[in-house]
């Protein structure tokens, strides 16, 4: 790869990575309802998943992910599910003034969360598909190629949505009372009941 074609596919990339869509709003929602150390491990899950189906895309593999239908409808309702049920969670939960370390959260938990919500849309090996070959030519990619796309890839997908991340907290930490903290977590509550509206309807 050119230097030029690696720029431009980390600006495609972010863009991308900015894009309104069930990863920004598991981002925001997190963030705003646990903090931002337990955000930032469910962006890592997102972006993992990415990494997979861009691995899936250089290698050829979609025709696997094509015919794996019935697999991604059982994951998009195990995955919506889920989230709906902690958009429940979130509404119902306390609004005392606290940004504390929650002790029920699981990092574990949130890192599958985010590759739960990435690996049920299949539909992004076929992004990658589509805009891969703009850059490189993927029958000639070395494997130092494919570990420096990937890590392009990786960084161009982190350095956006963390920063999202860490705003959405900030923002959360101008709130200080219980009427405020309510607010945000419907606001969290509803965004996460949208991804997982969007798990199951993408």
Known sequence: MTLISSISLALTVMVFAITPGPGIFLTISKSLSSGFKVASVAVLGLIIGDICYLLFAIYGLSFVVEHM?????????????????????????????????????????????????????????????????????????????????????????????????????KAKELFKNRSAVRILNRVSATLMFCVGLLLFFN
């Open 69 to 169: 239908g019935s697999f991604f409808n059982i994951v998009k309702f195990i995955g919506g599910s889920y989230l709906i049920y902690l958009a429940y969670k979130i509404w119902n939960s306390s609004t005392k003034v606290s940004f504390k370390k929650q002790k029920d959260e699981s990092l574990t938990q949130n890192f599958i969360t985010g590759l739960l919500v990435t690996s049920s849309n299949p539909k992004v090996i076929f992004f990658y598909l589509g805009f891969l070959p703009a850059f490189m030519d993927l029958t000639v990619l070395t494997t130092t190629d494919i570990i420096i796309v990937a890590m392009i890839v990786f960084i161009s997908l982190l350095i956006p949505v963390i920063g999202i991340a860490f705003a959405a907290h």
